[in-house]
């Protein structure tokens, strides 16, 4: 009679079937593909190199400018709202609360729409200024303080009481204090979840196209499905993802590597 197999055995022998399995896959999707029509629509090398260089010098640069907009308007709204939800008066965490639970709940589709169109209703005669960036940049940044609040209340609570309290014993005023003391320290700790917000507003800058841009103003989604139109290609729209993936890839490599040096220095 043989012996029974081992955990070891069997984990080997469940991740070697997980393996084939694997493998099965992808050569079953290389087989069935038509990879002549997939090249055909999506990987024109001539189309593609007509995109350039307006796709890096419109389309990408409008795409961090409207990403780095919104998220530097966010981090200061955030920052005010994560005060506000940790502050002793209640009307100012009921405020903070609403406004959280509000933007964290509706798409930001919504909101860009909310801001392309009920905005100017609401007050008739006046403009956000910058016009477009301007509104992209208070699109982006409503969605992600709400985020971004919670993250940086979260890092606040995180520093240790007793930062306070030496503070106070050396004559530090409470706001003083969280300025020069606790503030900077929750910072650093919520750096990693702060970047990877910068990620995902990068992505959502693409909900510019539902404002309604110029060509001058176009980002890389808008770019990329007018090209697409066009030419009835879609290499454009490959391409543009493409130049989405350069930023977000070594963020998101930036995030995991922050994300560690934190938990080493736990």
Same mark, same amino acid.
């Given at each position: ?73 966010? *981090? %200061? &709204?955030? @920052?005010?709202?994560? $005060? ?8 100012? +965490?009921?405020? !903070? #609360? ?108 693409? *909900? %510019? &196209?539902? @404002?309604?841009?110029? $060509? ?8 990329? +499905?007018?090209? !697409? #139109? ?37």
């Amino acid at each position: 009679m043989t012996s029974r197999l081992s955990r070891r055995q069997r984990r080997r022998i469940s991740q070697g079937i997980q393996y084939a399995l694997f493998v099965a896959a992808l050569v079953l999707v290389g087989v069935l593909a038509d990879w002549d029509r997939l090249q055909n629509q999506f990987a024109q090398k001539d189309l593609a190199a007509e995109l350039f260089p307006d796709i890096i010098t419109t389309a990408l640069r409008n795409t961090v400018v409207y990403t780095l907009s919104g998220f530097v308007f966010g *981090l %200061v &709204l955030g @920052l005010l709202i994560a $005060l506000m939800r940790l502050s002793s008066v209640a009307p100012y +965490r009921w405020v !903070a #609360s609403v406004y959280i639970e509000f933007f964290r709940g509706l798409p930001a589709l919504l909101i860009f729409i909310f801001v392309g169109v009920a905005v100017p209703l609401a007050f008739p005669g006046t403009e956000i200024p910058g016009g477009t960036y301007g509104k992209v940049a208070l699109g982006l940044g409503l969605v992600a303080a709400a985020y971004m609040a919670e993250t940086i209340r979260a890092g606040i609570q995180a520093v240790p009481k007793g930062q306070m309290e030496a503070a106070r014993s050396l004559g530090f005023s409470h706001a003083r204090a969280m300025v020069s003391v606790i503030i900077p320290q929750a910072f650093r700790i919520v750096i990693p979840p702060l970047t990877n917000e910068l990620v995902l507003l990068f992505k959502d800058s693409s *909900l %510019v &196209l539902f @404002l309604g841009v110029t $060509l001058e103003e176009r980002e890389l989604t808008k770019f990329g +499905r007018d090209l !697409a #139109s066009q030419t009835a290609n879609s290499t454009p729209i490959l391409v543009a993802g493409l130049c989405y993936l350069i930023v977000t890839v070594p963020l998101s490599f930036v995030v995991r590597r922050l994300e560690a040096r934190a938990d080493k220095a736990k």
